[in-house]
């Protein structure tokens, strides 16, 4: 089964699928100790990362959903990536089931308004074609992704502790009203 991944342009930013060629920057970005700082903390070993990269492309092709890579239109290379998972991270029949939103972007690129442009833009196309309910997980600390994650209609569903790292559990049912 093939599926298109679409691309989805803003004034800012595109998504786009992720092209082989990607990989060294999407390995530079997750081996970043500000990357990783609030997602379990510990910079990805390149092997990591080829696991992940390669989860993103069959999420595509299982769930028809994934994660887009982020280019800023004045920028050579991704950002950074944006999209849908199935995390299946054991955290409950009120979390597992659901797609699991996600965002990262190179520190470079932080705090400029991209990151919300990425991911409200994710958000628009998921409420289109697929519809339903998400789910995220943000540590306490991660600030950005807090103000993010509110802004798309993200509401607290509760705290838990996960690989010995305490973080909240967030919902959204839809697009906020």
């Known amino acids: 089964m093939l599926r298109n991944i679409p691309t989805i342009?803003?004034?800012?930013v595109t998504l786009r699928g992720?092209?082989?060629?990607?990989?060294?920057?999407?390995?530079?970005?997750?081996?970043?100790?500000?990357?990783?700082?609030?997602?379990?903390?510990?910079p990805w070993p390149r092997a990591r990362s080829w696991d992940s990269f390669l989860r993103n492309a069959g999420h595509w092709q299982i769930a028809g959903f994934g994660q887009w890579a982020v280019q800023i239109h004045s920028e050579a290379t991704m950002a950074g990536q944006v999209g849908f998972f199935f995390g299946s991270r054991g955290l409950g029949e009120d979390f597992d089931p659901y797609?699991?939103?996600?965002?990262?972007?190179?520190?470079?690129?932080?705090?400029?308004?991209?990151?919300?442009?990425?991911?409200?833009?994710?958000?628009?196309?998921?409420?289109?074609?697929?519809?339903?309910?998400?789910?995220?997980?943000?540590t306490p600390e991660n600030e950005g992704s807090l103000r993010i994650a509110e802004t798309l209609g993200y509401k607290p569903l509760r705290h838990v502790t996960t690989e010995g790292e305490s973080v909240l559990l967030m919902t959204r049912k839809g697009p906020p009203v």
């Open 9 to 12: 342009n803003t004034p800012r």
């Open 18 to 42: 992720m092209r082989r060629e990607d990989f060294e920057r999407y390995a530079e970005i997750w081996a970043n100790p500000e990357v990783v700082t609030h997602i379990k903390g510990k």
């Open 99 to 138: 797609p699991e939103a996600g965002w990262v972007l190179d520190p470079a690129f932080q705090g400029q308004g991209y990151g919300i442009d990425a991911a409200t833009a994710a958000h628009e196309w998921f409420d289109r074609v697929v519809a339903g309910r998400t789910v995220c997980v943000i």
